[in-house]
């Protein structure tokens, strides 16, 4: 399996913007799809966004289409999600997540890896 660490999450004023890096060790990366998920406090894990092995297809959840990008780089085993215009509603632990095979990982179900996570918290 892929192991999969999250960083740059943290405290962030409402409308500001954060960058989250998942980086991957392991098996080779090119072969994974990657989702971001949160987590808020007594709500179920949830997709945010995710990337297929080349980068060139992606997907987002309803609420933070057009705000957030996610975007990878295989050659430094890198996944970023980039988040702009944050709001209240974004506070959550976010988690970094694989699937073999390549194609984009929507669900949880669907996972094979997942990190540890990073905690984002959006001040009103």
């Known amino acids: 399996q892929v192991q999969l660490v999250e960083s740059g999450g943290g405290l962030v004023q409402a409308g500001g913007s954060l960058r989250l890096s998942c980086a991957a060790s392991?098996?080779?990366?090119?072969?994974?799809?990657v989702g971001w998920f949160r987590q808020a406090p007594g709500k179920e894990r949830e997709f945010v966004a995710g990337?297929?092995?080349?980068?060139?297809?992606?997907q987002y959840t309803d609420s933070v289409q057009g705000r957030f990008t996610i975007s990878r780089d295989n050659a430094k085993n890198m996944v970023y999600l980039q988040m702009n215009s944050l709001k209240p509603e974004d506070t959550a632990v976010y988690y970094c997540?694989?699937?073999?095979?390549?194609?984009?990982?929507?669900?949880?179900?669907?996972?094979?890896?997942w990190g540890k996570g990073t905690q984002v918290t959006v001040s009103s």
């Open positions: 997540a694989g699937r073999w095979g390549g194609a984009i990982v929507a669900t949880t179900g669907g996972v094979d890896s």
């Open positions: 392991g098996r080779t990366f090119s072969n994974y799809g």
């Open positions: 990337i297929n092995w080349s980068g060139r297809i992606t």
